[in-house]
């Protein structure tokens, strides 16, 4: 199968911070991350449709200031979890 993706993926655990109206305000761990986007995954809290609109934030410096935030568009939903792109340039 053919690679679709334009950015390689980076296998990392970050903390991101998801501000959606489904879930609120939740922490979630990173899957694996790239330069447009980032997979996150559940934990169980409800999540973001395909199509939804969030905003992230590393850890601790979001809740610190707000202006941290990045759009992001929610590309796909797995029972995993979710991946997202950012919208930001």
């Known amino acids: 199968m053919k690679e679709r993706r334009k950015d390689p993926r980076v296998a990392a655990t970050l903390d991101i911070i998801v501000d959606a109206p489904v879930c609120g305000s939740v922490t979630l761990k990173t899957a694996n991350l790239s330069k447009s986007g980032v997979f996150l995954i559940s934990n169980g809290f409800p999540l973001p449709e395909p199509g939804d609109i969030v905003s992230?934030?590393?850890?601790?410096?979001?809740?610190?200031?707000?202006?941290?935030?990045?759009?992001?568009?929610?590309?796909?939903?797995?029972?995993?979890?979710?991946?997202?792109?950012?919208?930001?340039?």
């Open 56 to 89: 992230l934030g590393l850890g601790e410096f979001a809740l610190v200031d707000q202006s941290l935030m990045l759009p992001a568009m929610v590309a796909r939903k797995t029972d995993r979890g979710i991946g997202v792109k950012y919208l930001a340039d």
